[in-house]
């Protein structure tokens, strides 16, 4: 295990720094510098966003926060190169803050994916999926946008469907029967769950910016910020409101506040930057709060039990459905589009095709980078040391002790109870 | 509780949407996108910055930053409508950047609020609260900017001051004799207390850009910028200073460097965009420091023992004494406003008549919200309920672990102790 | 204790505040509003970033971000003046955002060695040290920038190495013969480690504009955000290689990636504005995290062993060996600067003095710095109470309970081992 990641990721890194050298270039003028807070923004939400979403498990802190930076540097990189292959001019890449914002969205669909197969997977595998994922990501990106002229601004489509599906087919084919009960790691404490809100509101407000940071000019930039944020909004206080009355008892869920409160952003994302009236866009965000708390309460469960799908961020719940209610509302905002905006050549037919490729393609995508992460000589975990840092972190003693204690304390209380 | 508060926060998003519908507009060409960075600070101290902030109570995290974000996500749909309508032209309201920086602002009044009873009421409470209490800071804020025409770019009057005399007024209506003493839970954790930071350092950090974000031109929003950084360092230093020195150990007290570090950022806030010169600046950076140490020290308690004001957060030292402070550097900086700035039209009269109106305002306010929420339909929790996240949250089952098990330890200390 | 640090802060702000009231002047044209951007991100890395990335210890985190807090507060307001008397036009200092964006660089010096110091020195000694450190930084980076006119956009030099070898002499002169031995407070717990990823992350996104906020146009600044953004990228896939490849096992090492990651962006720091060529920056990277890695896994046992350098966060891994790089680089840029850019007036040979000059202040600096700190009248803690909290701030109760409770638990361990 040692020598393979480690000799895995100094060769791709190799390799990257001479694909960089023969195919990059400055951008010669770059009159985006003035999207460099949007940019700073999507950054935040990759690293900080992402990153600590994730930390809710008890026991898989470092790997999230650690290894979605891992994924996302590397992811980066990789993206920088596989979209800027199909941007070539005069056979060089130019890069540039827009081609920086467009690297960083490319990670986005390997950290969605990341989140599907969370806790049980390597670091290596993490490198290899997120290698041929962002690879495929880039050509159905080139194909969505160029050959479709799909609209899809905030990506609901490119990006969160597309990962969602993706890491939902990865996941279906890495299935464990041994984790068909819930593992006893796959839980939270407060305190993690604490550190998954740093993820969630970077996330929820800077999702504008996301939205909104390759807007094709300034007067549709303002409609995305101002759509995203009213469609957020309103998608957090259905959210509360569903948390409540979907529990037994009224009482607020945490995987729901965390997730659920964001699908708005999703849902809003493909038709972000269109005159949809920010009364539509709170409706979308609505829409898409239902949705996402509906699909964490009952269907999650299902796909595991029945599907044999194991997801263990509801990805599926965040970007799946939400990218998918986003890609709807673009095929109907485009059918009225004369209302809407002029200069959107985009037909219905258009958008329906972009979103079913883009389906299409993830699942196909995901089913086969599952088929090589299984190669025997990746070598993954075993469900017992599933959801656990220490099999690939070296984690301070501390936790070992308090488990020791733990254990000790279930022996006390066995005992008392034979007394 | 369960239907009670997800039927009222279903129905109230429902006539929002529907509010929107009617009244809210693109507005037609906005000149204010190079405003959203400072809309983006705003946002962060809003969500990450209060609700952090709060977080210090050991067993109140979730409903500290959960609630926070209800709070702010409805507070800022109600605020884009309640702000609006003082503004309309041609029966709509028309949002753009700077309206979304204005919304964000009027949720500062509610948090500042819930700082006041955090702990005490329930989430249908707050959402009570939110509605009543951003209705009435909309109308004192035109009677402020409007009819009296004072300036306050930082709403160190209209915000800070309004909020937390709304919350000692809604506090003192709410008065629970059972927690005359200290309750068990009213504590922090070595954990919590640094999450508490994360809050602390985006407030400070942003802290210029709320003071200059809706400054009317560049050389005063340089200003905004320039006399708010210093005011907070002068006051940060003033605070660690007087913190070791009301200590008997002479040993820092987290509560105060979480929160009186920060009454600099209050207190220059309604004169920010004046010449009043850096030196001034911190002058007023450093006073709001020295008082709101001594509040916390020995007001807070004598609030709470003889005036019946529990006022969880201490917003009176942060928000409370600093506003004032800041209404009266207002006066005096009209007083000569010859040598400052002549564009002001602003008499120190006009400055004190907005400085009264807003705290007689916010107390009378406060007081008629405090009765509403006492309404027997809504609620609260028991005293011995207080400031437990369990009551209205799902929490982690190893914290119930943790709880027997130290009940456990306490029973082994009683049981060593009679032997 | 108590009156000591008390008085001495005090009389230092009071100090301050008369000489910005003799000195201090706002700019009359302000050009750098387009700068503020940039500085808030240089803002949250000074307080967030090197706050948080410091509370790893598992006892020492109130301290991290508190006395992080109190040292950069403060810093910015002596660099705003010992910045200033070298710049001053008609016998003023002006202030505007670039020399806001200059204060808060001056601080990070100082954090620099606060890093080599960590838990071993008091808040007293912290604001003599911040004092005197910032008046050298200031007096050597008047001597690389105007009198050796060497480039240093990114300031690998001027910050990064000298904070690093200023403390360094600081900690070899405060060298504790009683911690030769590992302290048993000096470790981590798996909270403390995920609170340290916050600081990292805000640093490793927020670089570019580190590197790039005082660039002297618009072309050079994105250079300077292209170069950093690559660089951090290759030298974090590096550092996740080494780690794993390092380690026995084959298991990270969240000190690597919490620190390592980060000598990228030091490194590139000297020539980021330069038309390095992406390529080159990558490489700069890779080499920086191969050094670092090697620095903690090999040197830092050495110093501290050998030669009595007893660097608690490791800084010489993080800013003295990358800062040597990136000095090197400058020499290197310069010589073949036909090729990069015109307007460069440096020669290999001043970018050479620059380098050496920094390290030799630095040193000397540091060591006179180390010998005042001794003086008995600043009183440092034992040995035995170093690397926590409660020596100088009150800590929750809690805390205290939880140790009797560990203790119970080692005696009851004993107990049973003797059963």
Not at 80 to 89: A, I, R, V
Not at 173 to 190: D, F, Q
Not at 339 to 354: C, F, H, K, L, N
Request: proline share 2%; aromatic share 10%.
């Amino acid at each position: 295990m040692r020598l393979k990641f480690s000799i895995t990721a100094l060769l791709l890194e190799v390799i990257i720094i001479v694909l960089f050298g023969i195919f990059v270039e400055y951008e010669n003028r770059d009159t985006f510098l003035s999207s460099y807070p949007y940019f700073q923004d999507v950054h935040v939400m990759i690293f900080v966003g992402f990153g600590f979403l994730m930390t809710f498990l008890k026991k898989y802190g470092f790997s999230s926060v650690g290894i979605n930076m891992l994924v996302a540097a590397f992811g980066l990189q990789w993206g920088t190169l596989m979209q800027g292959f199909w941007h070539m001019k005069g056979g060089k890449i130019h890069v540039n803050i827009k081609s920086m914002i467009n690297a960083d969205f490319s990670t986005a669909t390997a950290l969605i994916s990341f989140g599907a197969v969370l806790g049980k997977t390597s670091p290596l595998q993490m490198l290899i999926m997120t290698l041929l994922e962002i690879t495929i990501f880039a050509c159905n990106e080139h194909l969505v946008t160029k050959i479709l002229q799909a609209m899809d601004v905030g990506a609901s489509m490119t990006i969160h469907a597309f990962g969602a599906y993706f890491g939902l087919a990865v996941t279906l084919i890495l299935y464990r029967p041994g984790l068909k009960n819930k593992h006893e790691n796959e839980e939270s404490t407060y305190n993690s769950d604490i550190f998954a809100m740093i993820g969630t509101l970077f996330l929820w407000l800077f999702w504008p910016s996301f939205n909104s940071a390759i807007a094709s000019d300034e007067t549709f930039q303002v409609k995305a910020i101002v759509n995203t944020y009213y469609s957020l909004a309103a998608c957090t206080i259905i959210t509360f409101a569903l948390s409540s009355l979907v529990d037994q008892r009224g009482k607020f869920s945490m995987v729901l506040i965390q997730n659920a409160t964001l699908a708005g952003g999703v849902a809003v994302g493909t038709c972000a930057d269109m005159s949809i009236h920010p009364f539509a866009a709170m409706c979308i965000g609505g829409i898409a709060g239902i949705i996402s708390v509906l699909g964490f309460r009952f269907l999650t469960p299902l796909l595991s039990s029945k599907l044999n799908i194991q997801d263990t961020c509801g990805v599926h719940n965040l970007h799946g459905l939400p990218g998918i209610l986003g890609g709807i509302a673009g095929i109907v905002v485009t059918a009225i589009k004369e209302e809407v905006r002029q200069d959107v050549i985009s037909t219905p037919g258009m958008q329906a095709a972009a979103l079913g490729s883009t389906i299409g393609i993830a699942l196909a995508g995901g089913a086969l980078t599952g088929g090589i992460l299984k190669l025997p000589f990746l070598g993954q975990a075993s469900d017992q040391n599933c959801f656990d840092d220490s099999v690939y972190w070296e984690v301070p003693e501390e936790e070992k002790l308090h488990e020791i204690h733990s254990n000790n304390y279930d022996e006390h209380s066995r005992f008392e109870a034979n007394m």
